[in-house]
């Protein structure tokens, strides 16, 4: 395992030498993004419309976030990760959209978004429950955009340092800790019940 602090927009070359298990801390721009704010990209992408903010080369963040307004300026108290598994259905069709991307969440993706990621991606995972300590790395919430669909399911565009500490989860691969860990579980239960 290596440990990698890494700006975005992260190069494909640093995409590249990611590998699972892999620490990574995060500084730049993160645009948070759940159900909702995919499915409107996916409406956008339908009707041949750009959408109002940049993705491509962009860390999505699967938070939704709790923001309060001070003075005319947004602060984030609380920024954890959703589970990003409800994205599943979605993801592949957003990268298929891009050259780059690095996914942030929590709980894994399926083997869709694995491959999917393959040769052009990664997923970071970042602890649930968490929220309070995800904000901490938050220095300026620049921007919204959507704010119709609801506080946490609007794009919310964070200024971030060293966001972490998130562990490789999927590397761009095929490479996937869920599956190793799924694996390993099946092993372990067939070699239980062998011995029954």
């Given at each position: 395992?290596?440990?990698?602090?890494?700006?975005?927009p992260?190069?494909?070359?640093e995409?590249?030498?990611?590998?699972?298990?892999d620490?990574v801390?995060?500084?730049?721009?993160?645009?948070?993004?759940?159900?909702?704010?995919?499915?409107?990209?996916?409406?956008?992408?339908?009707?041949?419309e750009?959408?109002p903010?940049?993705?491509e080369?962009?860390?999505?963040?699967?938070?939704?976030?709790?923001?309060?307004?001070?003075?005319?300026?947004?602060?984030?108290?609380?920024a954890?990760?959703?589970?990003?598994?409800?994205?599943?259905?979605?993801?592949?069709?957003?990268?298929?959209?891009?050259?780059r991307?690095?996914?942030?969440?929590?709980?894994?993706?399926?083997?869709?978004?694995?491959?999917?990621?393959r040769?052009?991606?990664?997923?970071l995972?970042?602890?649930?429950?968490?929220?309070?300590?995800?904000?901490?790395?938050?220095?300026?919430?620049?921007?919204?955009?959507w704010?119709?669909?609801?506080?946490?399911?609007?794009?919310?565009?964070?200024e971030?340092?060293?966001?972490?500490?998130?562990?490789v989860?999927?590397?761009?691969?095929?490479?996937?800790l869920?599956?190793?860990?799924?694996?390993?579980?099946?092993?372990?239960?067939k070699?239980?019940?062998?011995?029954?």
């Amino acid at each position: 395992m290596a440990e990698y602090r890494l700006e975005t927009p992260v190069s494909m070359e640093e995409i590249r030498k990611l590998n699972v298990g892999d620490v990574v801390y995060i500084t730049g721009t993160m645009i948070t993004a759940r159900d909702e704010a995919h499915l409107r990209m996916l409406e956008y992408f339908e009707r041949g419309e750009e959408i109002p903010f940049k993705i491509e080369d962009a860390v999505i963040y699967h938070c939704g976030p709790i923001i309060v307004e001070e003075g005319g300026r947004y602060r984030a108290i609380s920024a954890g990760p959703t589970t990003s598994a409800r994205m599943d259905p979605l993801a592949p069709k957003v990268l298929e959209r891009v050259e780059r991307m690095v996914i942030v969440g929590k709980g894994g993706m399926g083997e869709g978004v694995v491959r999917a990621l393959r040769g052009k991606g990664v997923y970071l995972a970042y602890t649930g429950g968490a929220g309070a300590l995800a904000a901490q790395a938050i220095r300026e919430v620049k921007g919204v955009y959507w704010e119709d669909l609801g506080m946490p399911e609007a794009v919310w565009i964070f200024e971030v340092e060293n966001f972490g500490p998130c562990i490789v989860g999927i590397d761009a691969k095929e490479n996937s800790l869920y599956r190793e860990v799924k694996n390993r579980v099946e092993e372990n239960f067939k070699r239980i019940l062998s011995q029954s």
